[in-house]
């Protein structure tokens, strides 16, 4: 890990593994929390997702050149810290579990009834593999050039806008004080990508200064990207309806039609693969570089292969049923928080108390 | 290494070119028009109609010849397994452009009909909407012999009335919105089948509450302003209006305009006397498109215009009474109400007191041409 990305190619990489699977739920998993109020918990959401943000630049700015298992062991001492990269090695693993089988659900409910789960799960992780096996630094590229399909994804869900209306946005405040508790905690965890800003922040050319303001500004892109996607779904479906409906962006691009392309929602299906594909990487090449800080370091390639054989095999057992992918989703929830707020939380208060200690150790 | 990870990816391309999903289009019959009906006796019958396009041997397009299956069911889909008996291919409704329904089927909630549009990724939600008074089935089966293709026949008819806002376009998803949402509520086509089984023709917006038809409509003559308070036009919009009451010759009563460009504002507002007040402003710039009258001198139009709009506005207000005495809030009034006073609206009844609610027309005409013959 010689080379470094650039910092253009930092912001990409962020925004690339924000965006995954719920940019398409989002719309309705907020509306079940928070209403018609959905998109005021988003802005919230957000902003307290810049406050992470700048607590773990500045967390990293504290360690220079170590990622998120070195911090973890010189802050928390060798013992507790690999326990706490093990703990990281399996959050890391369920997320990408996550990914992949609600990818795997979602193309075989809307595209590929026919086809085996299992065969789409290989295809996205190869392509996966394929993209992290050349580093951080090819990755990079890659997760740059797929970013032409976010803006060509949101010049199409345009299409929304047909048939939308504003009212449905009204009447705002209606939501109960845990509605908000509650939409805002989803907003916050759909943009959790942040933690993995540790892994890609000390390989990052430029200064500190630099690296926060490219954060803070990619992870603005994000957010306004899904402020956009939750308020178009909004105005389209109105309350009633958006509660039935999963996956609303898809939903109301099925009646879009273009001279080019009759169903646009199967054509944006295919656009977001790349999306599902990109955060599924991100996620699988955290769980690789935690599986190399586990005592006995092995071989790169063998890292990456037990990693994917580990997330193909639960995801063929999550895909079995809903009951076992509920599972799944129950347990990421349970653990995302101490993995995405706590620690990171954790480790930006004791950065302080490392400083102290070395201005001490400086002055004595 | 790198070798047999090529050999994979290879391989990959052989085994995953999607044969799983295809369908091919050879082994389904589509159907472009659907019509359902409830019988005297409550019992579903589901009838399509499938263009035959195959056999156009000779050059230039063929003639198209049609087929109509009918089937009974207890649900749209067991309707269409009852189809797929008589088919050599298997029916595939993912291409359906219109859906007629018959009067006595829309009278009773039309949810449980189209639930399967929404359910079913493959259906394609674009299908059009109507309501046929009487026989769904009937409509269908008309066949013009000028229509070189007559699976087209019904749609074109609602086409054309949508490009000149006679109509508006009503699909599945549109009315999706408006089905589940509280306080408002939509229109949908109504046909009817006329010269003795020949032809079929537009009669105008049959109103809906809820999921169900009322029984009701707004007439053809008043469609086209009813649309433009609704804020929806067409590409030209035109309107005939009786301006008078006696004259002769009977043509000089009446009055065309053509409308160039229009602006629709509905307020609403929490009142006293009636719950809710409603005002809609409609402001139209026209050309006097036909003056039977012959006389129209600059002199002359002030007072035109204001018989244009004294006209237009008790037209409105017809318009406006039709649709309270059927109970179909279709401006949306009510979903205003929820919006801007969330509190008042909670204290309302709406279904009980959207009859007696105040909903003023107040219509502006300005015209802005009268023709190149004065």
């Known amino acids: 890990m010689n ?23 989002l719309p309705t998993v907020l509306h079940k929390s928070a209403g018609a109020d959905g998109w005021i918990t988003l802005i919230i959401g957000g902003l307290i997702s810049i406050v992470f943000v700048l607590m773990i630049t500045h967390t990293s700015k504290c360690y220079p050149g170590e990622d998120l298992f070195g911090i973890l062991k010189s802050s928390l001492g060798k013992k507790l810290g690999s326990l706490a990269g093990f703990g990281y090695y399996v959050y890391f693993l369920v997320v990408a579990i996550y990914l992949l089988t609600s990818y795997g659900e979602l193309i075989n409910q809307w595209l590929l009834p026919e086809t085996p789960v299992l065969l789409l799960y290989l295809l996205l992780l190869l392509s996966a593999l394929y993209t992290i096996s050349g580093g951080l630094t090819v990755m990079a590229k890659v997760f740059t050039f797929f970013a032409l399909v976010l803006f060509f994804i949101s010049a199409l869900f345009l299409f929304g806008f047909i048939n939308s209306k504003l009212i449905y946005l009204q009447p705002m405040g209606q939501a109960t004080i845990s509605g908000y508790l509650d939409g805002i905690s989803v907003s916050v965890y759909s943009l959790s990508s942040f933690v993995l800003l540790f892994l890609f922040l000390p390989f990052t050319q430029g200064s500190y200064k630099q690296k926060r303001r490219v954060a803070i500004g990619a ?8 402020l956009y996607t939750v308020l178009i779904s909004f105005c389209h479906f109105g309350s009633e309806q958006l509660e039935h409906i999963s996956q609303p962006i898809l939903y109301m691009l099925r009646t879009a039609d273009s001279i080019l392309i009759t169903r646009i929602d199967i054509f944006v299906l295919c656009l977001w693969t790349v999306f599902a594909m990109t955060a599924f990487a991100s996620y699988l090449y955290a769980a690789e570089k935690a599986f190399a800080k586990l005592p006995k ?18 995801s063929v057992w999550g895909g079995l049923n809903e009951r076992n992918l509920r599972i799944i989703i129950d347990f990421q929830d349970k653990i995302t928080e101490y993995f995405t707020l706590v620690i990171p939380i954790l480790l930006f208060l004791l950065s302080f108390l490392r400083r102290k200690d070395k201005q001490g150790g400086a002055a004595s | 290494m790198k070798r047999l990870v090529v050999v994979v990816l290879l391989s990959c391309t052989l085994v995953l070119s999607g044969c799983w999903d295809t369908r091919e289009f050879k082994e389904v019959k589509l159907g472009i028009t ?34 109509f299956l009918t089937a009974t069911g207890g649900t749209p889909q067991e309707a269409r397994a009852n189809i ?29 009909y189209i639930d399967a549009f929404y359910r079913d990724p493959r259906l394609h939600l674009d299908a059009v909407l109507a309501v046929v008074k009487g026989n769904a089935e009937q409509a269908l089966k008309v066949v013009p012999e000028s229509e070189m293709r007559p699976s087209e026949y019904i749609e074109g008819i609602l086409e054309s009335n949508v490009e000149t806002t006679r109509s508006m376009e009503v699909n599945l998803q549109t009315m999706g919105a408006e089905i589940f949402e509280n306080g408002q509520d939509f229109v949908v086509p109504a046909m009817q089948v006329g010269d003795g089984g020949k032809t079929v023709s537009y009669e105008g917006l049959a109103l809906f509450h809820k999921s169900s038809y009322t029984g009701k409509d707004i007439p053809f003559d008043h469609t086209t302003l009813f649309l433009l308070m609704k804020n929806v036009k067409g590409k030209v919009a035109s309107m005939t209006t009786k301006l008078y009451d006696g004259k002769e010759p009977q043509p000089n ?39 039977p009258t012959d006389d129209l001198s600059l002199s002359v139009l002030p007072r035109l215009t204001k018989d244009i709009e004294k006209a237009l506005t008790k037209e409105a207000s017809d318009i406006i009474k039709t649709t309270q005495d059927a109970d179909c809030d279709v401006f949306g009034i009510g979903r205003s109400i929820y919006g801007h006073y969330p509190d008042y609206w909670k204290k309302l009844d709406w279904d009980k007191i959207y009859k007696d609610i105040e909903i003023v027309p107040h219509i502006k005409v300005n015209v802005r041409t009268r023709g190149i013959f004065r």
């Open chain 2, 84 to 112: 797929d008996r008589r088919l050599s291919s298997s029916y595939s409704p993912s291409q359906l452009d219109v859906l007629l329904l018959g009067e006595n089927l829309a009278k009773k909630d039309i949810y449980p």
């Open chain 1, 219 to 226: 992870n603005i892109v994000v957010a306004m990207f899904y």
């Open chain 2, 253 to 291: 009563n009446y009055v065309s305009v053509h409308v160039e460009d229009y602006t629709s504002k509905i307020k609403s507002k929490p009142s006293k006397e009636h719950k809710v007040r409603t005002d809609i402003n409609l402001e139209m710039t026209v050309m006097i498109e036909e003056y």
């Open chain 2, 34 to 67: 659907a019509a359902y009906d409830l019988t005297e006796d409550n019992v579903y019958t589901n009838t399509i109609l499938i263009p035959n396009v195959q056999n156009s041997s000779s050059a230039g397009p063929g003639q198209e010849s049609v087929q």
């Open chain 1, 297 to 314: 370091p092995q071989k790169k390639m063998i890292n990456v292969y037990t990693t994917s054989l580990i997330v193909l095999g639960v």
């Open chain 1, 3 to 25: 080379q470094k990305i650039t910092l253009s190619q930092f912001a990409y990489i962020y925004i690339q593994s924000q965006i995954g699977v719920d940019i398409l739920n």
